[in-house]
């Protein structure tokens, strides 16, 4: 059964010393794509490289995964290969699908023109070239996919090893991976974010809160996150200057995994040389965990949790006094608030109205709602009405702001997969 229910062991190999970045993006994507990555460093009770524990675990591996840029690395004594070139020959050995990134072939003799007389990767050379075009080749069979990369540009590394993989486990069919109610349980016995994560209490701590979250945090790495990014992107690429420009400054971001990319695209836009004369201008409320963590950590901003409470223990969602309604089934026929609920909610919708009924958006994302005329619920929404509110206004942004020139690439790459996902809803 192929399906989001099931996960895969990613094992990735490489030197360490030059590509420690390039490694910890992929490891990082592996996650995103609601893998297990498999790597030296994530070991939590490896010790010294261990060939038998090594063989072990690429056994167990689903697919490889190995990277190749200017040097050879340690050599193994007594066996007269380095542990990358060993990873690789096990992988052979156990008939492994194969992914390789190989450092371009411009960048790979800069980097080893740049190695001082006494270096002593300057005695491997013939071992490096060897082996690079020993990978080049490989021989058909195992599935061979071999990819070329830029240290300058590890970010279109990123996206292509994404791609790469879900198409290496899309040719799996089916086979191997694992099935589990709950990723994080497995990944939590398996791997740490880092060392310095897994010897930190308050890390360690913070960590476990956050994947308590249990709906959030699955829905942050299985459920298509690649493809939330790109809908936050392409949001942004057409939102973002016309809200700016017709005077925006108070922003909502409601709770929810697909808001929490949406956070996290807008954070990187505050860096755009467009944004730096309003972002201190900006107000930021949330009751997102994730996005108030985001914030909190990446920019001097106005940010403030509200409802303010503690999280509940599904979304990382704060609810306020709404917490104090007792909880009831959700309806499947429209039927009152109590008068306990009217007020709660009406003070809160009344302090909503008064924060951006003139200057402010409140984003939000909604899912699994029946408005059919069978449903009994009304057909027009707040949704559909702020639609139309939109479209009235007419947002057009002046020439100077550059926001829409400025990741052209990226909006054609969202473009694109926003039509592999939905055919029927983007136009060419």
């Not at 791997?191 to 897994?198: D, E, H």
């Not at 973002?240 to 108070?250: A, C, H, P, W």
Request: charged share 30%; glycine share 6%; hydrophobic share 35%.
């Amino acid at each position: 059964m192929v399906g989001e229910d099931r996960r895969y062991e990613i094992f990735i190999s490489s030197t360490s010393k030059d590509l420690q970045k390039v490694r910890e993006l992929l490891i990082q994507t592996t996650v995103q794509c609601g893998h297990f990555p498999s790597a030296m460093e994530l070991f939590i009770a490896a010790g010294a490289k261990d060939l038998e524990h090594i063989e072990d675990c690429i056994r167990k591996a689903d697919l490889f995964v190995i990277l190749i840029g200017a040097r050879y690395g340690t050599v193994v004594k007594d066996l007269g290969k380095t542990y990358t070139r060993l990873e690789y020959d096990l992988a052979i050995e156990h008939k492994k699908p194969i992914l390789a990134f190989l450092l371009n072939d411009k960048e790979y003799a800069e980097e080893r023109g740049k190695l001082a007389e006494g270096d002593p990767e300057r005695k491997h050379d013939d071992d490096l070239r060897e082996f690079r075009e020993l990978v080049k080749q490989h021989p058909e069979g195992f599935g061979r996919i071999v990819k070329f990369f830029g240290l300058e540009a590890i970010d279109k590394l990123a996206a292509t090893y994404e791609l790469e993989l879900q198409d290496a486990i899309r040719r799996l069919g089916g086979k191997g991976g694992w099935i589990r109610g709950e990723l994080y349980d497995v990944l939590k016995t398996r791997v740490s974010l880092s060392a310095i994560v897994g010897d930190n209490p308050f890390f360690k701590r913070f960590v476990d809160r956050l994947n308590a979250f249990d709906v959030l945090s699955m829905r942050t790495i299985s459920k298509v996150p690649h493809l939330k990014r790109a809908i936050a992107d392409y949001f942004l690429d057409q939102y973002l200057g016309r809200m700016i420009e017709s005077g925006v400054r108070n922003l909502f971001f409601e709770s929810g995994s697909s808001i929490a990319f949406l956070s996290e695209a807008f954070i990187e836009r505050l860096r755009e040389d467009w944004m730096l004369e309003v972002y201190r201008d900006l107000n930021i409320q949330t009751n997102n965990i994730l996005t108030h963590l985001d914030f909190v950590l990446s920019e001097y901003i106005r940010i403030e949790m509200y409802p303010y409470g503690p999280p509940e223990a599904k979304y990382g969602a704060t609810f306020g006094p709404l917490t104090t309604i007792p909880r009831r089934e959700p309806p499947t026929r429209p039927r009152l608030l109590s008068k306990k609920a009217r007020e709660v909610v009406g003070e809160i919708r009344a302090r909503l109205t008064k924060r951006y009924k003139d200057h402010g958006v409140i984003l939000m994302t909604a899912s699994g709602i029946e408005l059919s005329e069978e449903s009994g619920f009304p057909a027009r929404t707040w949704a559909a009405t702020t639609t139309s509110s939109l479209r009235e206004r007419s947002w057009n942004p002046p020439a100077r702001l550059s926001y829409s020139s400025t990741r052209p690439r990226c909006r054609q790459k969202n473009r694109s997969r926003l039509a592999n996902a939905f055919p029927c809803a983007t136009k060419k």
